[in-house]
């Protein structure tokens, strides 16, 4: 039996692999595409803050003595300046231009699966001690089987992988897949508790694009408790009701040592990555100019090109009196969600974090497909708990129309000339409205999942409820 | 008592002098210009248009061959051109513009940029580049990029008044606008010193109202007087260039990049009798004596040559003064000598170039790599080693800190 489940363990890893080498080969197949198949001016991949033409831009510029900021192109870290600009302009022969910057792509992409992987083995180690300490093992038997098959890292990280928008946005030569990475080393480190990398996936995300800021909080959480459990009152129930004093089988409360780590390793690696960008930007203008031209340029939405948010069509209609105010709302409606959101589902910080991840995807000023991807890949870490969601195929289907549909609307407006900004607008809205119900019915989905263990918890012995 | 009321009144006599000659000696302390010559401008504007007016067109194009010929580089002219005359249909010698009837040289050859063409030559235009207010949209080859160290020729030919240049034939340029911009451009540090040469009919008249100092200001006829054409060529069917711009050119043919001939001599060439007006030159802005300044401070573009190995920085103030001494002393050396470009290298290079020449080995690694991160050299290098050293530095606390 034993040797069968660790056979079952090693095809089921080998097939792993087997998969993360396909998708590789994938997108080689897709990079040697003529012009990476124009996949770099289409608005969905590229924005403003992504856009690999910029970011070339931006090196041009450095290598001439200008500020990297000058004229407005590119608003992006001085430190990826350093990193990625030099491939941007080495060309190696009978090859496809970029290759190098493609290649990067790939092994961020690569990178970010092995890591979500071994985060969600952390994740189902977590949820079977947790199972166990409530002694409601056999009665989820079934979905222990489940676990055999296919375990939730594995799946989250073949979901990253082979997500069209992955691929799309990886091929297509933005700077998504790099955001991503940080974000999901962040995440990593948390979950398995070095306070060091959490802390500099943070700061290194943050510092990318803003908004991964706000990630601090299931951070805290996870440094703090652990990884997901359901709540602490099911332990404490069940204690209560059978009068064990076995405290052993209680989960750790909430400890403050790691946090104060966590801030200590926050400073450090921020006042690394400052000193690094006050160093290369000496001569244009210091850190002032860069935040101005970064977060000051994420903050003010000054450009108003079309992508696949909603921001960019309001923003070209308001008046300028009013436009302060709608800022001001449009970041506001990202803050105001923190607070709930972290009350009820502060014992799944994970969960939390793909929450979070999910709506400032939604609402940040530049959206793009890469970051839809992050949190569809991340999904799949809670293949378990969400089994139960509602309209999971509306919600596919709705994904994989506004998908085909896009392109199809932009070139309608711009190129043919028939449609106009309503006709994509329509889809970004409708893209807006199915992350939304993914949303409400991902955190839905899970509060039955935790209304179902304590049902487990509180009734009494009896035969399995599935 | 009598003694006393005297040497109050005497005290008080004293006090207004005193503050008189305060005042004075502050004004010419604040006048005491501390900023360097760094480079040369030149805003060619011709503001007719329609066929007869080739003249006009030919004026502007030859003065820009003229100063792109003594140095000025394409990204530093402005130039504005009302109508196309080298692709005009009464045009027959099409893509070619010809300032003598000998049609010696074609004034449009190969490597013509006009940055403002056709109906882009508006006052409101012509006022948004002197001043530099532009729309965000506005690219940078159509702005006057200058700064506090430029020397801008502002030359303009068309027709013109009493007080007035006309535009397109439909507004007109008044001299109290022009007044007006060269103020704002003084305020907002846009010129060192600005030369503004005027060939239209009543030229001197539009320089009235300045009064912005460092404008030299040159006009090809007086109040009453009007500018003439030089000859008529009968092949192309029009006059072909302006008698003030005609000699101007005499006096700028002869010249190369490398001559030291000065203003002055520029102005005393031009013979009223041959000019048929007088030429008039309004200097009473202008600080420096026209005997001393080249005429290539103008229009053409030569400059001390500073040595760096660094990526460039502007140069700070306190090192404009050693500059300036050393130019002014090479300058009596060559005063009618074939002037040679000067290598002139920062202090600390000299020093550090020899020793290590010298030595062979260099000082202290730290001192010298402090050196080097004190001048700004090699910091992408610098910021490329940070980045590197993240990996190891976020390896070696993750195993440390589990």
Known sequence: MQKMGKQKNKTASFSFWNWVIASIIFRLILIYFPKNLNLASRPEVSTPLTSFRRLAEGYWLKQLSMSPYAGSMYHGSPLLLSLLGPLTVKRIEGQPNHLLYSLVSVIADVVSAILIRATGKNLRLAYLRSLESLDIVKQTKASGEFFKILSPGDAAALIYLWNPFTIVACVGLSTSPIENMAVILCLYGACSRLVPLAAFGWVIATHLSLYPAILIIPVIFLLGCGPDAPPRKLFLQKNDKEEVLNKSKLPLGFSWRPITHFAFWALLWSAYVLVLCGISLKQFGGLWEMFKSTY?????????????????????????????????????????????????????????????????????????????????????????????????????????????????????????????????FATAMVYACLQIILVVEGVSAMLNHDRKLRNLTTSKPQDAKS | MATFINSKTI????????????????????????????????????????????RHMANTLSLYRTVKRLGIPDERIILMLADDMACNTRNKYPAQVFNNENHRLNLYGDNVEVDYRGYEVTVENFLRVLTGRHETSVPRSKRLLSDEGSHILLYMTGHGGDEFLKFQDSEELQSHDLADAVKQMKEKLRFKELLIMVDTC????????????????????????????HHLDSDVGVSVVDRFTYYTLAFFERLNIYDNASLSSLFSSYNPSMLMSTAYCRRDLYQRRLEEVPVTNFFGSVMETIHTDAAYKALSRKDSGRFKA?????????????????????????????????????????????????????????????????????????WLFQ
């Open chain 2, 11 to 54: 005290f008080r006599l004293l006090v207004l002098p005193c503050l008189l000659l305060y005042s004075s000696i502050a004004h010419n302390s604040s006048s005491v210009e501390a900023t360097m010559h760094t480079n040369n401008w030149a805003v060619l504007v011709c503001t007719s248009r329609f066929w007869f007016n080739y």
């Open chain 2, 326 to 398: 050393q130019m002014s002393l090479d300058q009596s050396v060559h005063h009618h000598e074939r002037r040679t470009l000067i290598n002139v290298n920062d202090q600390d290079e000299i020093l550090n170039t020899k020793a290590e020449d010298q030595q062979g080995a260099s000082t202290c690694p730290f001192t010298s790599f402090y050196e080097k991160l004190r001048k700004g050299e090699n910091v992408d290098s610098l910021v490329n080693y940070g980045l590197v050293a993240m990996l190891p530095l976020l390896g070696v606390s993750s």
């Open chain 1, 296 to 424: 000051g340029f994420i903050l003010t939405v000054e450009d108003l090109s079309p992508n696949i948010g909603v921001l960019w069509y309001f923003f070209a209609e308001v008046f300028d009196f009013f436009r302060n105010f709608f800022l001001i709302v449009f970041h506001v409606n990202i803050l105001f969600m923190i607070m709930p959101l972290a009350i009820r589902l502060n014992h799944r910080p994970c969960f939390l974090a793909f929450v979070y991840i999910a709506i400032f995807s939604m609402l940040k000023s530049y959206p793009s497909v890469g970051d839809s991807a992050l949190y569809l890949g991340l999904l799949g870490w809670f293949v378990n708990e969400l089994a139960d969601i509602q309209f999971s195929f509306f919600l596919f289907c709705g994904y994989v129309g506004v998908s085909l549909l896009s392109p199809v609307m932009h070139t309608l407006w711009i190129w043919r000339g028939t449609g106009n900004a309503n006709f994509y």
């Open chain 2, 202 to 229: 009543q030229a001197a008249t539009l320089f009235n109202q300045l009064q912005s100092p460092g404008v030299l200001a040159i006009g090809s006829s007086m109040r009453g007087e009007n500018s003439y054409s």
